[in-house]
């Protein structure tokens, strides 16, 4: 009985150990995307899920990170904040004040989404966060495509409605229905890269044009398991397809972050935040 304790005093303790080192560190994870659409190099860094999470003072481990990779520019598909009643925003305007030497594209995640929808709760605080994000240089995408100077890449923000991220029931998601967000037609010759909060809908963004999607919203699945990946999803699905990583569907790949924040189950388990380093490239001549 004794060594029975003494096991699960150790595993126990193990086990803090690991949460409070994992959901206060971040790693580095770089991927190199090819395309015939691409005439030359570009580096992007991808943020997500920050959820007002602070890696130091300011936050300045992050911003060295970034600066580190020096980015063409940086894109980041949502919930830099937690949203609740007095949600505080001055983290992810501190960050992106300290990013303004750099193009950054945000688009909306469910927490934005939630402060935009209750206005009894959150009052004009979505309309004022978007606009302090403006001053500071951000380009807001709700539902809207920008193309990259000088390049023939285009970004576009996808801002689904709250029902496609209920908890219980999965609601069908199509590819007209992504397509009916925006009414601007892509060029064949684009590249496009889109900013999807909610990655399960992976199969509607690729039917829609998709080149590339960056997205966020699982958080590695909070716990991550050798051979099992990423335990459990924000709507409470065990062991969730899209967990993090790259995934493809036809030509179309997705960049799944796994996050840099937590909110709700405040845990990261052999799972650490995540900063995402892509290199977008010409195909090489074989």
Not at 41 to 50: F, G, H, P, R, W
Not at 94 to 99: A, D, P, R
Not at 242 to 247: A, K, P, T
């Amino acid at each position: 009985m004794i060594i029975l304790f003494a096991i699960l005093l150790t595993l126990a303790i193990f086990t803090v150990m690991v949460i409070i080192v994992d959901g206060n560190r971040f790693v580095t994870i770089s991927y190199t995307i090819e395309s015939d659409k691409i005439d030359s190099e570009y580096k992007i860094v991808l943020l997500s899920d920050l959820h007002n999470k602070q890696y130091g003072k300011d936050n300045y481990k992050l911003l060295d990170a970034i600066k580190r990779l020096s980015p063409d520019f940086i894109c980041c598909c949502g919930d830099m904040l937690t949203a609740h009643k007095g949600a505080k925003t001055d983290v992810p305007l501190n960050l992106f004040k300290y990013l303004q030497d750099y193009p950054v594209y945000y688009s909306i995640g469910n927490h934005e989404y939630r402060m935009k929808l209750y206005t009894e709760d959150y009052g004009s605080e979505y309309i004022e966060y978007l606009d302090k994000l403006r001053k500071l240089g951000v380009t807001v995408l709700e539902n809207d495509i920008v193309k990259i100077d000088n390049s023939n890449i285009c970004v576009r923000g996808i801002m689904i409605e709250r029902e496609y991220y209920k908890r219980t029931g999965k609601i069908t998601c199509d590819t007209q229905y992504i397509e009916s967000l925006n009414t601007r037609v892509k060029d064949d010759n684009e590249y496009m890269i889109m900013l999807a909060h909610n990655p399960e809908y992976f199969e509607a963004y690729a039917g829609a044009g998709a080149d590339l999607v960056l997205s966020g919203h699982v958080h590695g699945g909070i716990v991550k398991l050798p051979l099992f990946g990423g335990v459990i999803s924000p709507r409470l699905q065990l062991f969730p397809k899209y967990d993090g990583g790259l995934f493809e569907i036809g030509d179309s790949k997705m960049i799944l972050s796994r996050g840099l924040g937590a909110h709700t189950i405040p845990i990261r388990m052999f799972n650490p935040g995540e900063l995402v380093s892509i290199k977008l490239q010409p195909c090489k001549n074989d």
